[in-house]
C-alpha cells in the first residue's frame, strides 16, 4: 500500500469512529471462482437482458474512444498533465484481445516508472457501461512503456477501460492517478438493469455482507463480512497483499471508486470481517465489486450500494 493510502487512513480514523454502522447497505448479484488474479466476465456479472439504455450509454456509444469529460473520478484520459493513450477504439467481441496503451506523463514521453501499490504498479479495469462484464487485470509493460491488458471476452456494446496507477518519479511521484478511455464492441447491445437492493449476496457457497453509514463526500467506514453455512470465514488468503479487494462505479456516468483497506494481510488467514476507507464523491447507485481469496480459488462478487 503506498503511503498516500496509509496517510489518508490514519487521518481519517477519528472520523471514522465517529460514524454510525447502523444502515445496512443494499447488495446483490454474484460472481465466479477464477483461480488466478485476473478475473473474467462472468453469468453473475450480466444480471439480465431487458435493454435499459441510458443517456450516457447512448452518447458514449456515438463516441467509442473518445475521452468523455466529466468531474467523477476516474472518466477522463487525461490528468495533471498525464494521458492514457491507445490505438484501440474497438475490439472484437465473444473472443478474448489483448489492449494496448501507453501513460505519457507531462513532458509527453511514455512514463516507465511506477510505484507498487498492493503488490503491482498497474491495475487494470473493465467495466460495460451497464456495470455487467467486470474484468480486473495487471498488465505487463514492455520496455518502451506499452502496457498489455489481456481482456477476456467482451459482450457487444460500449466499455470504459481504467488505469489505475501511481508514477515513481516526476511531477506526479507518489500521486495516485486513474484515467480511463471507451472502445466500441461491435454487434447488437441490450444493457441489463441494476439488480435490486438487498442486504448481501453469495458466490460460491459464501455470503458477504456489507454494512456503513455512507454519504457522497464524506469518509466513512465500511465492513464486509464473510460468512460461509451460516458460520464465519477465517481462512481468507492474501489477495493483493490484503485480504479483499473492492473497487465501485457509479451508475450512469461509470465514475471509479477504489476503497482502500485499512490493514494489510499481516498473516495467511483473515477474516470473517474487513474494514475499508469509503469516500464516495456522488450519491446514487454504486456496484461494488469485491473479490477474496480460499483455498488459492479467487472469488469476485458484485453489490449494489446505495449512496446519500
Not at 465500511?222 to 473492492?246: I, K, S, W
Request: proline share 6%.
Amino acid at each position: 500500500m503506498s503511503q498516500h493510502h496509509r496517510t489518508i487512513r490514519h487521518a481519517l480514523t477519528a472520523a471514522t469512529l465517529t460514524a454510525a454502522l447502523g444502515l445496512t447497505l443494499t447488495a446483490c448479484g454474484s460472481g465466479s471462482s477464477h483461480s488466478s488474479g485476473h478475473s473474467s466476465p462472468m453469468a453473475g456479472m450480466d444480471h439480465g437482458g431487458t435493454p435499459s439504455r441510458s443517456a450516457s450509454a447512448d452518447a458514449m456509444e456515438s463516441m467509442p474512444g473518445m475521452d468523455t469529460a466529466s468531474a467523477g473520478n476516474g472518466l477522463t484520459a487525461a490528468k495533471d498533465g498525464y494521458r492514457m493513450a491507445s490505438a484501440s477504439a474497438t475490439l472484437s467481441a465473444g473472443r478474448g484481445a489483448d489492449y494496448r496503451f501507453t501513460i505519457t506523463g507531462p513532458d509527453g514521453r511514455p512514463v516507465t516508472g511506477f510505484a507498487v501499490d498492493q503488490t503491482k504498479r498497474m491495475h487494470f479495469y473493465a467495466v460495460r457501461t451497464d456495470l455487467t462484464g467486470f474484468q480486473h487485470l495487471h498488465p505487463a509493460m514492455a520496455g518502451d512503456g506499452t502496457w498489455t491488458a489481456p481482456l477476456a471476452a467482451l459482450r457487444p456494446g460500449t466499455w470504459r477501460l481504467y488505469a489505475s496507477f501511481t508514477p515513481d518519479s516526476g511531477p506526479g511521484k507518489g500521486k495516485d492517478l486513474v484515467l480511463s478511455r471507451t472502445v466500441k464492441v461491435p454487434g447488437t447491445a441490450t444493457d441489463a438493469p441494476l439488480p435490486p437492493a438487498s442486504g448481501s449476496t453469495t458466490v460460491d457457497g459464501y455470503t458477504v455482507a456489507v454494512k456503513g453509514d455512507l454519504m457522497a463526500g464524506m469518509a466513512h467506514r465500511l465492513t464486509a463480512t464473510v460468512t460461509r453455512n451460516g458460520e464465519p470465514v477465517t481462512d481468507l488468503q492474501p489477495y493483493l497483499g490484503v485480504f479483499a479487494h473492492l473497487t465501485a462505479f457509479h451508475q450512469g456516468d461509470l465514475a471509479f471508486a477504489h476503497l482502500h483497506p485499512e490493514t494489510e494481510a499481516d498473516g495467511d488467514r483473515g477474516g470473517p470481517s474487513l474494514t475499508f476507507h469509503a469516500e464516495f464523491a456522488q450519491s446514487g447507485n454504486w456496484r461494488l465489486f469485491l473479490q477474496f481469496r480460499t483455498g488459492g480459488t479467487l472469488h469476485t462478487t458484485a453489490l449494489t450500494l446505495r449512496v446519500g
